[in-house]
């Protein structure tokens, strides 16, 4: 089974870039659309958007402006930048892996960003 | 964009108990329709997709169903390890935004 490890600063300064990576285990990242996903504390789920090795992105309209994801085969990682930052994306930030269009079927463990000064 | 709406919000059982958790869609969304189960600390786990069909691992005391607007997550039997927050997903045509219910809290009397 595929694993995958979101890495990052935990700690981030509002109205800069935040910038996540996400490591896949096999060599499968060719197959796949990738996706972030977020959670604010105590709150639901958020999809911010996905990315193929193809250059094929969609991103949740809301975020639209400040997302830029890519994939980069060689490394087998998954990238998310998230501009302009406030408190409000604080947020536990998961890699996820899309299949049959939709559905998440594999997840990362997440990792906590805070925005903070 | 399609909002879902789950309810309700808390659902508290004891074991054995049948819990049935409902999910509403503002506008039909076929049958990309997905349940995830996510416990406290830990990644969302795929539990239920195209409405009805367990994903691999999954529990027979898990079913999905409904159509259209209206879906349903059924747990037939709960067990104690079933203390969990759910979430139904789906994605809409256009756009093509995956979008999450709100959640509704399962605790174990």
């Known amino acids: 089974q595929v694993q995958l490890q979101e890495s990052g600063p935990g700690l981030v300064k509002p109205s800069e870039t935040l910038s996540l990576t996400c490591s896949v285990s096999?060599?499968?990242?060719?197959?796949?659309?990738w996706n972030w996903i977020r959670q604010s504390p105590g709150k639901g789920l958020e999809w911010i958007g996905y990315a193929h090795y193809s250059g094929s992105t969609n991103y949740n309209p809301s975020l639209k402006s400040r997302v830029t994801m890519s994939v980069e085969t060689s490394k087998k990682q998954i990238s998310l930048k998230l501009s302009s930052v406030t408190a409000a994306d604080t947020a536990i930030y998961y890699c996820?892996?899309?299949?049959?269009?939709?559905?998440?079927?594999?997840w990362g463990q997440g990792t906590l960003v805070t925005v903070s000064s | 964009e399609i909002v879902l709406t789950q309810s309700p919000a808390i659902l508290s059982l004891s074991p054995g108990e049948r819990a049935t958790l409902s999910c509403r869609a503002s506008?039909?969304?076929?049958?990309?329709l997905a349940w995830y189960q996510q416990k406290n600390g830990q990644a969302p786990r795929l539990l239920i997709y195209?409405?009805?069909k367990r994903a691999t691992g999954i529990p027979d005391r898990f079913s999905g169903s409904g159509s259209g607007t209206n879906f349903t997550l059924t747990i037939s039997s709960l067990e104690p390890e079933d203390i969990a927050v759910y979430y139904c997903?789906?994605?809409?045509?256009?756009?093509?935004?995956?979008?999450f219910g709100g959640g509704t809290k399962l605790e174990i009397k």
């Open positions: 195209d409405v009805s």
């Open positions: 506008q039909s969304v076929g049958t990309f």
């Open positions: 096999d060599d499968s990242i060719n197959a796949y659309h």
């Open positions: 996820a892996r899309l299949i049959g269009q939709y559905r998440f079927d594999v």
């Open positions: 997903q789906q994605r809409g045509n256009w756009p093509p935004v995956l979008t």
